[in-house]
């Protein structure tokens, strides 16, 4: 059998990172089992599906670079399949048109709850054997029901959760197709994965409740069930459902903050499953190490702090030069033009081991693209007469140095050495002067970046 997984999110909003977590997992399954991955689009919501959710959901998968084999598919695009096995369910006897009016639905839920019993519909227009049905009411567009089993279980043995079973008397005569045709969720989804071949479902844990309906609906359309996965809700740091009013919920949000999408596809990875004691990996590993069994059935906790230092983890690991055309963009909304000054993978290269995400990155690097003044608060902390009188001998000292790192960093000592007094009093009003800030690497290697021109140019600008 080939493996078959999908993900198959809806368009109402931006890729929410658990369904990237959930189309992580089948991915992964299906490249360790040598098989397809399928992106199908659930688009029939016509009232919240948007063109642009759909391209959102794109764009995000492109971003993390969870490549589909198949698709995209599109529910919307599939409506006259989905009419045409409704029309076999009836012939069938499967199905049935229901005539039921949304006022006798809520007298039926009305006396149910009275009878404190779960409101249910009461199968009143259900084909059985010697059963007279109802009259037809004049001009009412009928729903089509499933007919549902009414005795015995269903049960299946969840790849995550364990063996599930439940009662057909827990089950409704779920509505397949509206009174205008349009069929419902459960029953798209169902026709999608056996027409698809989906071999497996792997999805998050809200869709338990529809699992009992869909085998249902599978097993009368006598199609093979494929194997459910159910996975665990990611939740906030306060052990809350993660909402995008409080929580960074969409890919978006975690490109926007500088985050590697190898990083966020490696923690992601890591909530709800775990191979011993490994924290960080690529997603060749991941797949290699990858079996459903290992997933957790219990929710996840997403912690901000452990991603970041994955992320870190992840761009210590990154090539300089990938770094620096994922940086430029923050630096440009900073002002800055990489195209003056240093080259942009040499001064990656220098500080990426400083920092957690691109933006800090591109933050700690401005001071290599910046052609103004020195901040005067800063220079008028650091830069006191005396130490302006030091930097102006020590400006002298550099005109005349080999502009190198050994070469520097001697010049750098033996002026301390020279003054009589300790590095702070030199490096701290030098970095001030010549950087803007106080917090740099090692002076002598932000010195040899910048460049011998540039340091004596800033030098002369914050002396005048």
Known sequence: MTVRTRFAPSPTGLLHIGGVRTALFSWAYARKNKGVFVLRIEDTDLERSTPESVQAILDGMHWVGLGYDEGPFYQMQRMERYKEVIQEMLLAGTAYYCYTSKEELDQMRTEAEARGEKPRYDRRWR??????????????????????????????????????????????????????????????????DRDMGISHVIRGDDHVNNTPRQINILTALDAPLPVYGHLPMILNADGQKMSKRRDAV????????????????????????????????????FVEW???????????????EKMLWINQLHMKAADNSRLAALT?????????????????????????????NLVDLAQQATYFYRHDAAPTELATQHLTEESRA????????????????????????????????????????????VCGTTQTPSIDLVLTLLGKEEVLKRLKHTLA
């Open 127 to 192: 084909p059985e054997r010697d059963k007279t049905l109802p009259p037809k009411p004049e001009g009412v567009q009928p729903v089509v029901r499933f007919r549902n089993p009414i005795e015995g279980v269903v049960a299946w043995d969840d790849a995550v959760k364990g063996r599930i079973e439940i009662a057909n008397s827990e089950l409704d005569d779920l509505i397949i197709a509206r009174p205008d045709g349009t069929p419902t969720y459960n029953f798209c989804v169902v026709v999608d």
């Open 390 to 433: 030091r930097l102006g001998r020590f400006q002298l000292v550099l005109a005349d140095t080999t502009w190198e790192v050994p070469a520097l960093s001697a010049a750098i000592k033996a002026f301390v050495t020279s003054e009589g007094v300790k590095m702070p009093l030199v490096g701290m009003p030098l970095r001030a002067a």
């Open 250 to 285: 969409s890919v978006v949000d975690y490109s926007e903050q500088g985050i590697l999408p190898e990083a966020l596809l490696n923690y992601l990875a890591r909530l709800g499953w775990g191979h011993g004691d490994d924290e960080f990996f690529t997603m060749d590993q």
């Open 290 to 304: 990858f079996d459903l069994k290992n997933v957790s059935p219990s929710p996840s906790r997403f912690d901000r």
């Open 328 to 356: 430029r963009p923050f630096l440009e909304k900073l002002g800055c033009d990489t195209n003056q000054g240093p080259a942009l993978a040499d001064t990656i290269a220098l500080l990426k081991d400083r920092v957690t």
